[in-house]
């Protein structure tokens, strides 16, 4: 059971009355919110409660009508089955009390003052195991720098090449398609790297007449017009246009408030790829001159996308990697040691995607 807060007039003041009523069934009872809450618990006469966890951002008592061991944790809150919170909830539950599955979840905002639990309600999400993985027979194939400075290789049912290193998004730089000029977001414009010239480095700052970078993000290189482009977000969000062979700066464009977290380039379709921002996660196209086409929501197309990436916090959709292939896009996301822990296949014309690859440890 899990919420935000109690309802009532006086905010981190409130009860809350918990009835499990599952006779003749060993309970877990697990409580957990962000405001304090007196919680008042009472299982029914046959009902074996076993112990009860209490998490929470705020200390709060707990009182039961039965002597029942209360232990503290660490576990977060969640109120929706939507986001990491609950997936921590989940992990919590399994490395400290050996739970696999929940037979019920209770979640809200605000908590009413009375809740009865009566009844097991399995659901599939409700287990560390969802969603399951289906591999994939289509054929794309990505590569990712990785921290030694190396490419690994992946396809969507995972890494080709063992051991896995940890890598580097690869929205964070763009290669010339000869590999010999690498291209970085600068503070005011974009650095250029040329490996012809032992590693030499020059900066082109946009020119005094462009809308000066808020937070550059992602940077992406179009191969058949050998042009570089960065977007940055802040403020309308912009993309800026810059000509790799005359090492001019073109254009740029606002976005009118779409703010991008990542940019790629579709050497099949021929046209920019990003991911927009702040819980939105959606799939943005944008053709080769920086003008916005068509969105595409991730959160119901991609099975489990939400609970791994998360609809409760944007910083994770730093961690998204985007692999365009003409009519598939393969989306990877980055756990916090930077290895890839999920692998999507997202298909453009279906509108729907599969998980088609989960590390064994990041489930």
């Known amino acids: 059971m899990s919420g935000y807060e109690a309802k009532g007039e006086r905010r981190g003041d409130v009860e809350v009355e918990v009835v499990v009523d599952r006779p003749g069934k060993d309970v877990v009872l697990l409580l957990s919110s962000y ?23 705020y200390e709060s008592p707990v009182f039961s009508s039965t002597q029942t061991p209360l232990y503290g944790a660490k576990a977060g809150f969640a109120y929706q089955e939507e986001g990491r919170r609950f ?8 490395q400290n009390l050996n739970v696999t599955a929940l037979d019920g979840f209770f979640g809200a905002y605000g908590l009413p003052g009375e809740i009865v639990l009566n009844r097991s309600d399995k ?25 030694k400075g190396a490419l690994a290789l992946y396809d969507l049912n995972g890494p080709l090449e063992t051991p896995e290193d940890a890598v580097m998004s690869p929205h964070s730089r763009a290669l010339s398609p000869d590999g010999e000029r690498e291209y970085r977001i600068a503070r005011n414009g974009v650095q250029v790297i040329d490996q012809r010239l032992q590693g030499s480095t020059e900066t082109f700052d946009i020119p005094a007449n462009f809308v000066r970078f808020s937070w550059p993000i992602g940077i992406a290189y179009d191969t058949h017009q050998d042009i570089v482009s960065i977007v940055s977000f802040g403020g309308d969000g912009a993309f800026y246009r810059f000509d790799a062979k005359r090492e001019k ?33 959606t799939l943005l196209f944008i053709d080769q001159k920086g003008a916005p086409q068509e969105r595409r929501e991730l959160l119901r197309a991609l099975p489990g996308f939400s609970r791994i990436v998360g609809r409760d916090s944007s910083s994770r959709e730093r961690n998204l990697v985007v692999a365009p292939q003409g009519r598939y896009v393969a989306i990877a996301a980055l756990d916090s040691q930077h290895r890839v822990g999920h692998i999507w296949l997202y298909d453009k014309v279906k509108r729907s995607g599969q998980l088609t690859y989960a590390r064994q440890d990041a489930m």
């Open 35 to 57: 405001d304090k809450i007196t919680w008042r618990v009472s299982p029914s006469a046959h009902t074996r409660l076993k112990y009860i966890v209490l998490s929470g951002y």
């Open 87 to 94: 997936t921590k909830l989940l992990r919590w539950m399994k």
């Open 123 to 147: 659901r599939p999400q409700w287990s560390l195991n969802w969603p399951p993985v289906k591999r994939s027979e289509q054929e794309l194939i990505f590569s990712l720098p990785t921290r």
């Open 249 to 281: 700066w073109l254009d740029f464009r606002t976005f009118g408030g779409v703010d991008l977290q990542l940019l790629a380039f579709d050497p099949v379709d021929k046209q920019y790829v990003g991911v927009t921002s702040f819980g939105r996660n």
